[in-house]
């Protein structure tokens, strides 16, 4: 009974500082590069797959949250048509909401918040043997059956008792390890693929993703999963003692 | 105690002498900013992209058959009272100048060069010219490719006697577009006076009779419709046109 153990009530321990203070500096990089990255999306909300997707081309998904991709609102010109395929121009006849001036100022400088917390994270962790010894599951945990049994304890709701803090049971180490160490850096290396300056230095990161656009696509999707985990993880909180968890992550136990 | 006070004091004169050293330091090679928060991020990644990433990395070049459709926007006839970027002083002349087919047309290279010019497009043609396919990527998340031919920017300074004191090149075009670049984007390789897009004359709409074409940032620092450069030691006020506006100076990202 891994699981069982796992999640069952032990002395309370609570954060350390430093994890305390890593904890709310990325979590309020994440809400800055979330609702950026929003603002981002909604200036030319359609994504595609390769390196080129644009209003004369055809889109893998579209957004109907605003006016900002209309078709009848341009006018086309053939004006290559000695080249094979006749690339057409287009002209767009309408204003669309663009509020990038700021969003994306907003968005690196979130970006440089989540990469300084996010580095002194991981350099902390690895000092203090936090992230060994707390955070990476392990490698007998991740029999099926043991997966199973942690998976099914969740079901039952069987963390009324959780305790503040470390030890994590098996999903909460999967959790937070793939955020850290998966959904994150995948965030912000398919980020910088979208950084002209940085694919003519490094052109391999646009080989990995299969171009600008497809980088700009798959760092949609890694956003849906990392939203995706915040919901988790409020849900987790408020079931388990929101005040409780909340001044232990404030005030440390 | 007093002791404690001295040695306080001594370390804020000495935080503030250091301070007074990097902002004289910086005045010479620190792009314009707001004071305010967002620009300190956007001069962080400036700086960091400068100090971290090989300055003459080309961006990544793709074949004939890459080149793909592609959106014309911002101004795309500066000659038309009713674009929001139209120049009440240079706009009628850019009516008249298309109207002959740019045989008028010159542009004017001043500031610190030895020799300052004035090059017609025939002048410019018989320069020696480079060829890229490559992609335009829009800060509103969308990208295209063509092929670009133009004058490699450097040549046209060299050509002018450009002097060692230069730190920007700033550009000036019929509608109300100023920009600038720094001296690494402005000699690197593939910056280019483009007077040619795919194999034709560069269409109006994508900023006839010659435009920059910036490879290793964001599409909007490639400025359309030129008519003059200036090379300047440091920035001034017309810089600050862009950063008015709300955009950060640097879109290598």
Redesign the interface.
């Known amino acids: 009974m891994v699981a069982a153990t796992a999640i069952s009530a032990v002395p309370v321990e609570g954060h350390r500082l430093w994890a305390r203070l890593c904890h709310w500096l990325l979590a309020l990089s994440f809400l800055g590069l979330a609702f950026s990255g929003i603002v981002i999306l909604m200036a030319h909300p359609r994504l595609y797959w390769g390196e080129v997707g644009n209003a004369m081309t055809p889109a893998i998904l579209e957004f109907p949250i605003n006016d900002n991709h209309r078709p009848e609102g341009w006018e086309r010109a053939v004006v290559f048509d000695d080249i094979d395929g006749a690339p057409v121009s287009g002209y767009r006849m309408y204003r669309i909401f663009n509020e990038n001036r700021w969003a994306r100022s907003l968005h690196f400088l979130s970006g440089w918040i989540l990469f300084l917390a996010g580095a002194a994270y991981v350099f902390a962790g690895v000092a203090t043997g936090h992230i060994r010894q707390n955070l990476l599951p392990r490698l007998r945990d991740l029999a099926p059956r043991a997966l199973w049994s942690s998976v099914t304890a969740y079901a039952r709701q069987q963390f009324r008792d959780a305790r503040i803090g470390p030890p994590y049971s098996l999903l909460q180490r999967l959790a937070y390890a793939g955020v850290l160490f998966v959904f994150l850096p995948f965030m912000v290396i398919s980020g910088l693929t979208m950084a002209p300056t940085i694919t003519a230095a490094f052109p391999v990161l646009l080989d990995i993703f299969g171009g600008y656009q497809s980088a700009r696509t798959l760092h949609f999707v890694g956003f849906v999963v990392l939203f995706l985990f915040l919901v988790a993880h409020l849900v987790m909180v408020m079931l388990t003692g929101f005040r409780r968890q909340l001044r232990a992550m404030i005030l440390g136990s | 105690m007093s002791k404690r006070l001295i040695h306080r004091r001594a370390v804020i004169q000495g935080l503030a002498s250091s301070a007074g050293l990097m902002l004289s330091g910086c005045a010479e090679t620190v792009p314009p900013t707001y004071g305010n928060?967002?620009?300190?991020?956007?001069l962080?990644?400036y700086k960091a992209?400068r100090l971290l990433?090989?300055a003459q990395?080309?961006?990544?070049e793709?074949e004939?058959?890459?080149?793909?459709?592609?959106?014309?926007?911002g101004t795309?006839n500066p000659g038309n009272s009713a674009e929001?970027a139209f120049n009440t002083e240079h706009g009628p002349v850019y009516e008249r100048i298309f109207g002959d087919k740019f045989a008028n047309w010159r542009l004017t290279v001043e500031g610190s060069v030895a020799r300052p010019g004035a090059f017609s497009l025939e002048d410019m043609k018989r320069m020696p010219s480079r060829t890229q396919i490559t992609?335009h990527?829009?800060?509103?998340?969308?990208?295209?490719?063509?092929e670009w031919t133009g004058v490699p920017l450097r040549t046209v300074l060299e050509a002018c006697g450009i002097k060692p004191s230069a730190r920007f090149i700033q550009f000036y075009a019929y509608d109300n577009g100023v920009g600038s670049i720094d001296m690494i984007d402005a000699l690197h390789p593939q910056t280019i006076l483009a007077y040619g897009?795919?194999?034709?004359d560069l269409?109006m709409?994508?900023g006839a009779p010659v435009r920059l074409r910036l490879?290793?940032?964001?599409g909007a620092k490639s400025r359309k419709f030129l008519r003059r450069i200036v090379v300047l030691d440091e920035h001034d006020a017309d810089t600050f046109q862009q950063i008015d506006?709300?955009?950060?100076w640097y879109m290598?990202?």
Not at chain 2, 57 to 60: H, K, M, Q, S
Not at chain 2, 245 to 248: D, E, M, Q, S
């Open positions: 928060l967002l620009r300190m991020g956007d962080l990644t992209h990433l090989p990395a080309l961006a990544r793709y004939r058959s890459d080149i793909s459709a592609a959106a014309a926007i795309i929001r992609r990527t829009c800060e509103e998340g969308w990208s295209a490719i063509a897009m795919n194999g034709r269409p709409g994508h490879e290793t940032q964001l506006r709300g955009w950060a290598g990202i």
